[in-house]
């Protein structure tokens, strides 16, 4: 077997339908994916940028071979190898050579060709043998067994997503537990509340940023939910989910193989693997949940961006964390540029949604063509914003600092306790005073008492009700 630098310029010559076409030789993909090289040059990206999806693939492969031996319809020297193999890429070995553009025909055929190819290499080199004798362990012969694109590309998708979507779970998380511990520390601390940017009434920062945490946690358990739908494959059913060529025991063992593989105990098959081959449901769900995070996030961040806006001539009620200079040009400025970052993601997701809407929208008859641009959409877009989320939750939250001076003075000259006087001295009169005082200035409270509505009692009440006490 050739190794070494000589390997670089050397080429093998593999065969398909369409005939002979030059392989490298240093290369452990082989034709098909040689050709996939050539028709889809699209993005810039290869698989390998998807290292979840590569080692979901290999996972599937792995499975796939023990339940084959287990059939009797595979060699156990061969799927040992093959077993091996997958272990290899499952570690993160061979990712570089998983080469194909992620946005591709075919629905997915040129991935699972690429994965296919690769494992029969790694398996015949754990065998001492060269890179391409395919007579002795062949990609589709071997590693594809009982397989089809149909059922290998969406589980390993699923699989994929699963991982990620619990990546963002996490992050979420952490975002969560980082606004609750910053709204315990500041659960006494009185500020104005606003509803359309207009004053409302007294509430309590720590009320402010607690709120921020309870919409993380109703994501989290959104997303809990949504990673439940991908745990329903349709592994076994091969073509359009007729089982064809498959063992009559194979999707059972697959199934046990790939929970004990990957640990996701919830793993089952589909009931109907024709319906499952071409449904993209939980696709669109999980889609529809990280828009909502998205959502919300952008809104959480859009928040954290106005109170703290100035700081001379915006609400400046807290200080996000200084971590980079604002300004080229103007010295001092300091940008909330964690909060903007999680602002872009947002969008990305939100368009990334109407992708995956579309593409699962225009799948045809019993297979939908365009699961690449769903994977692709999701597997960033869940990426992306678990990032994100991490920098909201590790280099912003935990710094947020309040300016209390400037609280505190905002409440006694707004008319938020209009609100609290209208009990005692009905709508109309308070409705009254407010005006008053917003045309000539003072306090609503000193207004009434120097009218002879209030007494000190009802003056020191109504403090208290507004939250105007003990600031």
Request: glycine share 10%; with cysteine; aromatic share 4%.
């Amino acid at each position: 077997m050739s190794t070494g630098s000589d390997l670089a310029d050397e080429v093998r010559l593999e065969r398909d339908l369409l005939g002979g076409y030059a392989v490298p030789a240093s290369a452990l993909y082989g034709v098909h994916t040689a050709r996939a090289l050539a028709n889809f040059d699209v993005t810039g990206d290869t698989l390998a940028r998807y290292p979840l999806l590569v080692e979901a693939l290999a996972a599937v492969k792995q499975a796939a071979a023990a339940a084959n031996r287990r059939c009797g319809r595979l060699d156990p020297r061969i799927a040992t190898a093959i077993i091996g193999a997958c272990e290899q890429v499952r570690r993160g070995e061979h990712h570089d050579q998983f080469v194909v553009d992620p946005l591709q025909g075919g629905a997915g055929t040129s991935t699972n060709m690429n994965a296919n190819e690769v494992i029969a290499n790694v398996a015949l080199e754990r065998l001492g043998r060269d890179r391409g004798a395919y007579d002795v362990v062949h990609p589709l012969e071997h590693v594809n067994l009982g397989q089809s694109t149909n059922d290998v590309y969406p589980t390993a998708v699923k699989l994929a997503l699963h991982r990620a979507a619990g990546d963002l779970q996490e992050s979420l998380g952490l975002a969560q537990r980082a606004f609750a511990a910053k709204a315990e520390d500041l659960a006494t601390t009185v500020k104005l509340g606003r509803t359309q940017l207009q004053d409302a009434v007294p509430m309590t920062l720590g009320q402010e940023l607690g709120a921020f945490a309870g919409m993380l946690a109703k994501e989290r358990a959104a997303l809990a939910g949504a990673r439940r739908q991908l745990c329903e494959l349709n592994l076994g059913g091969t073509a359009i989910g007729t089982t064809l060529n498959a063992h009559p025991d194979f999707r059972v063992y697959a199934l046990a193989e790939l929970r004990s593989i990957t640990g996701i105990a919830e793993l089952c098959s589909a009931a109907d693997l024709v319906e499952a081959t071409q449904d993209t449901g939980a696709y669109v769900h999980l889609s529809g949940v990280m828009r909502q995070t998205a959502v919300k996030l952008s809104k959480i961040c859009n928040d954290l961006r106005l109170l703290s806006s100035g700081p001379r001539a915006g609400l400046h009620e807290i200080s996000l964390p200084a971590v980079q200079a604002g300004s080229s040009m103007m010295p001092g400025k300091v940008n909330p540029v964690i909060p903007e970052l999680v602002n872009q993601v947002a969008f990305e997701v939100i368009g990334n949604d109407l992708t995956v809407t579309l593409a699962a929208e225009a799948g045809q008859l019993q297979l939908n063509a365009f699961g690449p641009v769903i994977a692709r959409s999701l597997l960033d877009g869940a990426a992306h914003l678990a990032a994100a989320v991490r920098a909201l939750a590790t280099r912003c939250v935990g710094g947020i600092a309040v300016n209390r001076e400037h609280l505190a003075n905002l409440l006694p000259d707004s008319l938020v306790t209009v609100t609290h006087l209208s009990p005692v001295l009905g709508y109309a009169r308070a409705s009254e005073l407010a005006v008053e005082v917003g045309s000539a200035g003072g306090g609503v409270l000193d207004l009434a008492v120097r009218k002879g509505l209030l007494d000190d009692v009802q003056v020191r009440q109504i403090e208290e009700d507004a939250g105007l006490v003990g600031r």
